[in-house]
């Protein structure tokens, strides 16, 4: 792996729209945020792993499990704000931004991350994979549209690209909600307002491309549980708890 200072970022707040207090909701034996940290922590990659949260609930869980983590102000209107506001204090050339809602999230999902900052046009990062059927028509899986390089093109909630003649298609690639930035793009993000994208798709990675900011999308090596509903916590649960029968 190439030799840049990473550091990870948990951004976790209690009061989420779809499934408030979702982050310190059990899941096998442990907080959701916990599994998110366990997996970043396990891959060796980034220090260090930490938690930024508005909320002393979720600091007072940190404390208990020694998972350190760094208060940050509830104005932030974006998980990339909150990185940030982290990356102020924590010395870093590479900031991952890890949604605290994807406890399925393993150690595996880092390299594929990261290995794009070898091309030294890359400036963010982020995770695709092939979009179960099931979710094709589902706006909590997020779509992505790429070119043939890897830059992101567009970001939606929608069914994209649009299948017009029909034709049965079923390339589309859902997003994982993981992020890395190098230092420069992050402080760009931070100052730019919220664009028209952002704010009609409630999607901030179209805050970048809305401002000609290239996104690069890896293939992660398999999907992930993200967690918005009780049904997708008691899918995640149930295979963290075969994960941890094996």
Same mark, same amino acid.
């Given at each position: ?7 990870? *970022? ?12 979702? *982050? ?61 506001? *982290? ?139 993200? *967690? ?19």
């Amino acid at each position: 792996m190439i030799a840049l200072r990473i550091a990870a *970022v948990i951004p976790a707040r209690l009061q989420s729209t779809r499934m408030p207090r979702k *982050v310190l909701r059990p899941i096998a034996g442990r907080p959701m945020v916990e599994w998110v940290w366990r997996a970043a922590k396990a891959s060796g990659l980034m220090e260090p792993v930490v938690v930024a949260t508005d909320a002393e609930e979720v600091a007072s869980a940190c404390r208990e499990r020694q998972i350190p983590f760094m208060m940050t102000s509830s104005a932030c209107p974006s998980g990339s704000d909150r990185v940030r506001e *982290v990356a102020r204090q924590i010395d870093a050339d590479i900031y991952v931004n890890i949604q605290g809602d994807e406890p399925t999230l393993t150690p595996d999902f880092f390299p594929p991350l990261l290995r794009l900052f070898e091309r030294p046009e890359v400036d963010i990062t982020t995770l695709a994979v092939p979009c179960p059927p099931e979710e094709f028509t589902n706006p909590n899986a997020v779509k992505v549209v790429t070119a043939l390089d890897g830059r992101a093109l567009y970001f939606s909630r929608a069914t994209i690209p649009a299948d017009r003649d029909g034709t049965g298609f079923t390339g589309y690639r859902k997003h994982l909600g993981i992020y890395a930035y190098r230092r420069a793009a992050l402080e760009h993000f931070a100052l730019l307002p919220p664009s028209p994208l952002e704010k009609l798709e409630r999607l901030e990675q179209l805050r970048f491309l809305e401002n000609g900011i290239t996104i690069y999308v890896a293939d992660a090596p398999r999907d992930t549980i993200g *967690v918005d509903t009780e049904e997708d916590l008691a899918r995640a649960e149930a295979l963290l708890q075969q994960m941890q029968s094996r």
